[in-house]
């Protein structure tokens, strides 16, 4: 991750990671992946896209911690800097549930995300966010799992994670470097399979998923965690 400023973490590996650090801590992962079948439809998408479903959520923790907090829930904002699709407005979200926040494989996924960056930056404070997303494709759209492109989140890592994919193909996630430069591309596949990214020194996007059978519909759930240093 530090001479990279990216790195692929396959599920198994994520997992044992996991369980050495509680060994309780996905014992309620099925009921983890269900609630992302409770996502809200996001309207603010400006190209019109009824793809993605999502939910949010505000967080924080001390310099140096793998404690968090949840914070009273406030709007999702991007500059159009970094987000020239949907960004220069405060986007409003349905509140990640108390149950998902309080359930083991999200206490733990943040713990281990708190434990990763702050010893990469330990003298900074953090904002945190959450995002259930799904994605879903049908046969009049495709999903688009980055609709404004290649791009960066405007904080300084983000890691994200498959919690369950259905009936679908592509969705590779592609990391360049700040000249657009593709550097690597890898597809998030297994429930669990982890990316994490240093967006201060990198850009990312993920290829738009089409169905498999087209009888059936598609979608794509992922959990999307976001550090910025408090300053």
């Known amino acids: 991750m530090t001479q990279k400023n990216f790195c692929f973490i396959p599920a198994e590996q994520v997992r044992s990671i996991l369980q050495q650090q509680q060994a309780t801590a996905l014992q309620d ?3 983890f992946q269900n609630s992302w079948s409770d996502l809200a439809l996001d309207t603010y998408m400006a ?4 793809y993605r479903k999502r939910k949010h959520a505000t967080l924080s923790a001390p310099a140096a911690s793998r404690l968090w907090q949840k914070e009273a829930h406030q709007p999702h904002y991007q500059s159009l800097t970094y987000n020239n699709l949907n960004g ?4 409003h979200y349905a509140p990640i549930s108390d149950a998902v926040m309080q359930s083991h494989s999200m206490n733990n996924l943040l713990t281990l995300a708190c434990d990763i960056f702050s010893q990469l930056m330990p003298e900074h404070a953090w904002h945190i966010e959450a995002h259930q997303f799904r994605i879903e494709a049908n046969t009049k759209q495709a999903g688009l799992p980055t609709p404004e492109g290649v791009h960066r989140d405007g904080v300084n890592f983000v890691m994200m994670l498959m919690v369950q994919r259905s009936n679908m193909v592509n969705g590779a996630t592609t990391i360049y ?10 597809v998030l596949t297994n429930p669990l399979d982890m990316a994490l990214v240093n967006d201060e020194q990198v850009f990312h996007g993920v290829t ?3 169905q498999l059978d087209s009888d059936r519909l598609a979608s794509r759930d992922v959990l999307v965690i976001t550090f910025r240093r408090k300053t």
């Open 29 to 31: 992962w099925k009921a």
């Open 47 to 50: 190209d019109q896209g009824s």
């Open 88 to 91: 220069g407005i405060a986007r």
């Open 177 to 186: 470097d700040l000249n657009k430069n593709r550097l690597d591309q890898f």
């Open 208 to 210: 738009p998923i089409m």
